[in-house]
């Protein structure tokens, strides 16, 4: 009738088997309080966000527009340059106090080796440009040709 039993104690071994019923039950309610609350993480909330005008965008003095072909070549503003040119006219507009410096697009192509554009932006930030934007252009929709050559 008794489990442990209280004769032959010496001989007893320590009992090694975990107990696994508390753990069961515990991830078994905890189951069922996420399948409970699940549901109300995807209920959306909706929000009448206030709309407000921004006003204009403050104008940089200048724009200049850095490009990287495919092929890896430096074009500052529409010229071509080597990469020696581009260090030496990003440290020029480096130069400049915060409020007057120019404002860097990079525009690389596509195919641009990753490299490249990471020597760019180095040299960028060796120069001191604090303003460095990428460039890219909307993928063209409804215009009816592919690159098919039609």
Do not use: C
């Not at 529409?78 to 040119?85: A, C, I, L, P, S």
């Amino acid at each position: 009738m008794a489990f442990g039993g209280l004769e032959n104690r010496q001989q007893a071994a320590p009992m090694a088997d975990i107990n696994m019923t508390p753990l069961i039950d515990v991830m078994l309610v905890l189951l069922v309080i996420f399948i409970i609350t699940a549901p109300l993480f995807t209920h959306a909330i909706r929000l009448d966000l206030p709309k407000v005008a921004s006003p204009a965008a403050r104008q940089t003095p200048q724009t200049i527009t850095l490009s990287i072909d495919a092929a890896g070549k430096l074009y500052w503003d529409g010229t071509q340059q080597t990469m020696d040119e581009v260090r030496s006219r990003l440290v020029q507009a480096g130069r400049a106090s915060a409020t007057d410096q120019p404002e860097i697009h990079l525009r690389a192509a596509r195919d641009t080796r990753y490299d490249v554009i990471a020597q760019v932006m180095g040299a960028a930030q060796q120069a001191g440009v604090e303003r460095l934007g990428f460039v890219t252009e909307l993928p063209q929709q409804g215009s009816g040709q592919g690159d098919n050559g039609h």
